[in-house]
């Protein structure tokens, strides 16, 4: 492709293609941006105060599960995890502290 000294490209032809090739890559960040704009609400809606009982779950940790929780929390650094099988019936409290160990 030939250049003038300007720059420019050195005739119709040439202009033409860098102006179909530039709207291309304008028409792409269109559609990048339409599509962006698409998944931003999607990843950051809002609960209601009257819908977050509708999301919430709640489940039971029993008594005999106590002293379980209250080492887990002893021994964590940030939180620790609860544990229930199929049933939601309250397995045993684990303390991240293992998590960051195999990092």
Same mark, same amino acid.
């Given at each position: 492709?030939? =250049?003038?000294? !300007? ?6 032809? &040439?202009?033409? /293609? +860098?102006?179909?090739? &530039?709207?291309?890559?304008?028409? $792409? ?5 339409? &599509? !962006? /704009?698409?998944?931003?609400? *999607? ?8 819908? =977050?009982? +509708?999301?919430? !779950?709640?489940?039971? =940790?029993?008594? *005999?599960?106590?002293?379980? =929780?209250?080492? $887990? ?5 940030? !939180?620790?995890? +609860?544990?229930?099988? /199929?049933? *939601?019936?309250? +397995? ?12």
């Amino acid at each position: 492709m030939g =250049v003038s000294p !300007l720059g420019q490209p050195s005739n119709k032809v &040439e202009s033409k /293609k +860098l102006k179909q090739k &530039e709207a291309g890559e304008f028409e $792409a960040l269109i559609k990048e941006n339409k &599509e !962006l /704009k698409e998944v931003v609400p *999607r990843q950051t809606t809002m609960q209601s105060a009257d819908h =977050v009982s +509708l999301s919430e !779950l709640e489940r039971i =940790v029993p008594k *005999r599960g106590y002293d379980d =929780v209250r080492h $887990a929390m002893d021994k964590s650094d940030n !939180l620790i995890y +609860l544990i229930f099988d /199929k049933s *939601r019936t309250f +397995l045993r409290a684990r303390p991240d502290i293992f998590d960051s160990q195999s990092e």
